[in-house]
């Protein structure tokens, strides 16, 4: 089992900066991959970044790449979204997920585990 909570959402102005955290605890030597998904109401959760547990290689969607960056602290079993230059349309749950083993990186269903999420909004 593997647990993750996620914190650093909130309310922020078109342009500005939010930080997100996913800490991880449990079985996390078991983790392959941490992504990073949202969902807006009305819409599907979508893949927004997800970075390897044992390497630092980085996927981004491409309506955030250049905006956010993942990134991981495996000291702290933590994995934090830099957001910068947030954008209306960047409004959602954000949600960080863990996978077990190889499977699609943009694909919510190889993700094993969720956290409960964390509300970003941007106002314009």
């Known amino acids: 089992q593997v647990q993750l909570v996620e914190s650093g959402g909130g309310l922020v102005q078109a342009g500005g900066s939010l930080r997100l955290s996913c800490a991880a605890s449990?079985?996390?030597?078991?983790?392959?991959?941490m992504g990073w998904f949202r969902q807006a109401p009305g819409k599907e959760r979508e893949f927004v970044a997800a970075?390897?547990?044992?390497?630092?290689?980085?996927y981004y969607a491409n309506s955030v790449k250049g905006r956010f960056t993942i990134s991981r602290d495996n000291a702290k079993n933590t994995v934090y979204l830099q957001m910068n230059s947030l954008k209306p349309e960047d409004t959602a749950v954000y949600y960080c997920?863990?996978?077990?083993?190889?499977?699609?990186?943009?694909?919510?269903?190889?993700?094993?585990?969720w956290g409960q999420g964390t509300q970003v909004t941007v106002s314009s």
């Open positions: 997920a863990a996978m077990l083993s190889v499977g699609s990186v943009y694909e919510s269903t190889a993700y094993r585990y």
């Open positions: 449990g079985r996390t030597f078991n983790i392959y991959r």
């Open positions: 970075i390897s547990w044992s390497t630092t290689y980085a």
